[in-house]
């Protein structure tokens, strides 16, 4: 039941054109007549429409019916109402089908009744005039019979007359013959019917416009084309205009029933808002008159009064509010309620009407109604502030009336007014749909908390006109809540009511009635029997009233996240759940928020005690053990007041439930409640060894109240995450409890679990760790701090933390654990016993207390290196030296393992020198290979003495790739006296592997000695001989000039340099000379140091006739040591020799190709003379012809053809000399011969060869200067 349900319908109903149908088959739903029968006269003089016409039915009447019931906006909320029929702007109807008959309320009421003459001879009389009346409305205030008569204001009967008796338009449905052989005698019919009704409508004095739709019948595929000729003759004999009458094709589809409907509306709603606006007019001349209509009757004398003239300003300036209210102009609608109510509220109407009297309750009602749709326009209209100022200024004006005129505030029916009219601007604001409330309207920039809980000010108001808060318009929410806390004010004056005062009407005599009469108000609320009745009796349930209420306030609380405000709303409705003892559903509405109530840590603690107590009382009547104890547990924190008469013991706390089948089992997280114990841990310092003793102190805090009893905890467990065994600490039942001083410190030993201690070992980040057990006084009473000096000796090296304490109490009825796992919020003391008793100083400055950082033991092992080098060289047989000396004050058993790590694609690895040529290092157990990485070997020594030193050698192999690897050498170790703390020594070393030497390389031409091969001359040394075949192809020699510089830090001596041929093609063979060292020699080549090299390099084809390229892949062989300087720090031990192969790129040498060959030698006759020898090669199979010419230089004078033509034949060369002589000495000069192939007209590069140089003009020779 909404609270507009209190007041009258049609009072309070949004006001929508009233359309009535006429003619369509009704269903169950339909009324013949309407259901309002309290209308005056309205059966006895109201207007009967009749017709004996039958209803249209069939398939196309049913749709179009049911098409337009569809249109009916009158049950829709606002905002739905805006989107029905977008053609219609909006505007919705009020659509009402009855058959073919109506009954419409008569417009006059009938004349009084005239009192028979007094005198006995009344036939003198008869020709005396009847009295004349002037008749008005059955519901005018100057109608005897109306129920306004003589002073009253309005009636809802007004507003229902308008809404639901006398429509705006009728549109009746006829059928229309489609058969030739009818049509005729049908269409005469439907003039007859259609003028009979026209004059019954015309004759009730309403201006409803009439309104005709033929349907047709059905065709059986006859259609006749005189359709329209016969409609206009229907319409000219009915005197119907063009939009008044319209014709419904046969077979019409639902779609164009739809279409239609739509259509028929929109040509519809100018002349209805005409019609609304004419009676509008009407009213508003009745205004402007300023003088009241006379009576039909005038009023008793002395008995009644006649209503004011401000009264009937009220009454038009009302009915012209609703009639613009059906036209959808709701400004004018504003406007008009605003000025009635604002007229009621004047000196001469709610001011002159007695509190006692009827009439004060129907001003009331009026004011609420006005009120109402003032609310309701103005948030249609979107003026939220101005629709909540009306809201209070209505409120603050009914309160100072009734006051003053009425029966006073001080009573149940205020409050039941109070609440209703919260429940009325709620369901206001919920049919308003309004967007900053729904979720779907609100924008992303918008989307916060603020915008979904009420509607901001608008920023463009000027700074004068602001509004406070609460004139914000909130969601419903807040309205509801206000509802249901006037309610319980209603509930509460309720029960205050005196007993005589709630005696049934017909059980109290007359003057307790009367009195009652004048102390208690009931507009729109029961009489004080029903409101609070007599035990026994059945009367007004106020619980239902407020559980509705606040539940309906907590979804749209709950709907927008507010928690505090869920909170409190479901802590209400548990109260009010109890109250009734549905203990059930109070249970469930508090049990599932205790938990995470946010008033815990907002320190409410008023409420959360009152939240707690209700909980409790719920759990206890529930026989919940474990609710009772969690509640139970924080209520002994001494910030919630002590309840009288009340046993603070947990220990007692399930003392008064019957027995459980099992064991309560209860664990809290002392992060989530108000614990009364609290307990926290800290290490003394911010770090320790291993193998030395850590010490730390638990302290526990007791936040109990004063009055509470000690509680005895039988365990006390603290775990740490890390390297550090659990500590559990169990209470001493042989010693007496110390309960009553403030603080005491003890120092419980720790031991070893044995055998008979019932333990299960814990898990803590590190794995399961067996604890460490103690006993001690666990007893802790109020107040009281008790500090716990624990030491212990952590045996594993690591970051090491408190994961959680555990306070345990285990009776025979229950368990409860706290677990406290957050010890960032406490400030960290550490407690010691003085002289003066006990004190604290702070620690923790900089650093976190509950946490500690265990290292290793500081090893006494010292590993040394002696041979360690700088710089290591590619290939090179590394043996590196690793001495381990004992300085520990004992012996100890020792193990060496060394680790080299470098890149993920090194083949590199180490082995134990005394295990280098063993095949079975890798399957010994002594050593392990770990992936690619790293590479490890492990060596154990075994019990090294006091002050001893052993020595070790590693040894680094495949080392051919130049890198940086890192060696970590560790020695891990334990004393003989105590085996279970490791201790590790390590030492990491760097060995960077580079290469010792560079190189660049040339490959140069040389003129080969031997003759080549004459096909006119024939070796009979080799006929008949049955030797090995021989290579019989071409000879050409080759130099292979190699620029070796050392990239090494130190000297190095270089043995030997070979070159080593590793692979041929092209059907050769090849012969490589030693090394001929072109640069000075020396014992050393230091660091950047150049050697020059040439390598002779003979190739022969096996074949004459094979002229493929010869590939020749070669690699420089370099024999090298250490300098004699470094003989003592040499990585091997001694001065061996290192081969480091350098890779030679890859060399062609062409195979059918001719080419040139220059030479020099010097004249042994004539000093400065120089021999010039041109070799033309022609390798070919081919005839070839070459022009050679000399050019002149002014350097030297030559002697030889300047120019000639050389012809060779195939496999063949031929030499050509020239004699030069330079005009000085100690130069170089450059001989230009020009060699060209004639058939090819290719220019032959001429090629230097020993002693000579080359640039890009060709070969230079030197001329020795003088001795």
Partial sequence: MSAMDAYPEDYVVHNLPFILLSGLEPTSEDDFEPKRTDYPLFYERGVKIYSDFPPLSGATAEELRKILLEEDASRLPWEIRKHISADLSGVGYKIKSVGRSYRLPPRKADPPSVSPPMSPNGQGNDSSPAPYFV???????????????????????????????????????????????????????????????????????YKTRFIAVLISEESNGVYTGDVDDRVTGIRRATSLDQKSIFILPPDTTPRELKIFTQSLLSVLQPSIMEYYRELSKHARRKRNRSSIPPPTAPPTSGTSQTLSLQGWNVRYEFKMGIFAEFRQEIDAA??????????????????????????????????DTLAVRIIRCLLWTGQTAAAVRSWSDHRSRSQDIINRRGKGTRNYGWEAWEARWSMVMAQLIHQAAIPYFTSMAITQDQSNERNSIFIPRDNILPLDDASCPWEQLHHEGYWLYRAAKHTKYRRSLAEKIPDEDRIPPGQSPASQIASKSYLYDTYLAPETHIEAPQPGAIGFNHSSLILTALKAALDEFSGRDQVRKIESLSLEIAEEYMQMGSWAEAYGMLEPLWSAITWRHSGWWQLMEKFAWALRECAFRMQDHETILRVDWELLHRVFQTKPNWNYDINRSLEDLPPATHRASVVLKADDLISSVTASFAFERAGGNVGEALRGQLVITSCARETSSPVKFSEVEVVFEGCLRPIKLR????????????????????????????????????????????????????????????????????????ASITLLIEEKRFALACV??????????????????????????????????????????????????????????????????????????VAVEARLFGRPDSAAKIVWLDEEESPDVQESGRSSQIDDIAHSIIRPIGVMEQSSQRELAIVLKDTPYASDYDLEISSVYHLVSDIQTPIVAVRKVNLPIVRPFEANYEFLPRLHPQPWPDFFTIDDEIIGKDSAPKPGGLQQRWCLNSKVVSFALKPLVIENMSLVLLGLNGGATCHIGPEVVVSPEAPDIHSGELRDSNFLVDTQKATLGDRRPTALSLALKIQWRRSTIDENESPTGGNSVT?????????????????????????????????????????????????????????????????????????????????????????????????????????????????????????????????
């Fill in 820 to 893: 406290i796992t957050d010890m960032t919020r406490h400030e960290f003391f550490w407690w010691q016993q003085t002289k003066r008793g006990v004190t604290r100083r702070r620690i923790g400055k900089n650093r976190d207390t509950s946490r500690c950082k265990i290292m290793p033991k500081p090893p006494k092992i010292r590993i040394s290196t002696p041979n360690l080098m700088d710089t290591y060289y590619t290939d090179e047989h590394i043996v590196l030296k690793i001495c381990i000396h004992n300085e520990e004050d004992e012996a100890a058993d």
């Fill in 135 to 205: 008749l008005h409305s059955p519901i005018s205030p100057l109608t005897p019979s109306s129920p306004t008569f003589s002073d009253g204001l309005l009636t809802p009967l007004w507003v229902t007359k308008h809404q639901n008796l006398v429509p705006a338009v009728v549109i009746n449905f006829f059928p229309f013959c489609l058969d030739p052989n009818m049509s005729s005698l049908r269409d005469n019919q439907l003039k007859i019917e259609i003028n009979e009704l026209k004059k019954e409508w015309s004759s009730s004095g």
């Fill in 334 to 367: 504003l406007r008009s309620y605003e000025t009635a109510y604002d007229t009621l509220f004047g000196q001469e109407v709610f001011e002159n009407i007695a509190g006692w009297s009827p009439r004060f309750n129907d001003a009331r009602l009026l004011a």
């Fill in 1139 to 1267: 081969t480091y192969t350098l890779a030679v790129p890859r060399f062609v040498v062409p195979g059918g190709e001719p080419r040139v060959l220059a030479s020099a030698t010097m004249s042994k006759v004539l000093p400065g003379l120089i021999h010039m020898d041109y070799t033309i090669e022609n390798p070919s199979t081919h005839f070839l012809t070459f022009n050679l010419t000399m050019e002149a230089s002014e350097h030297f004078a030559f002697s030889g053809p300047k120019t000639t033509t050389t012809q060779l034949v195939p496999l063949s060369r031929h030499t050509i000399r020239f004699n030069l002589l330079a005009y000085k000495r100690g130069l170089w000069i450059q001989p230009q011969l020009l060699v060209v192939d004639t058939y090819f007209n290719k220019t032959l590069r001429v090629l230097s060869t020993e002693d000579m140089r080359t640039d890009k003009k060709g070969p230079l020779v030197w001329v020795d200067a003088d001795d």
């Fill in 731 to 802: 209470c001493d039942n042989t010693t007496e409890a110390d309960a009553t001083a403030i603080c005491t410190i003890s120092s419980p030993s720790l031991r070893e679990p044995s055998t008979s201690d019932d333990l299960t070992p814990t898990q803590s980040a590190a794995g399961y760790l067996t604890p460490l057990i103690g006993t001690t006084d666990l007893t802790i009473g109020p107040s009281q701090t008790k500090v716990f000096d624990l030491s212990c000796i952590p045996r594993e090296a690591g970051e090491c933390r408190v």
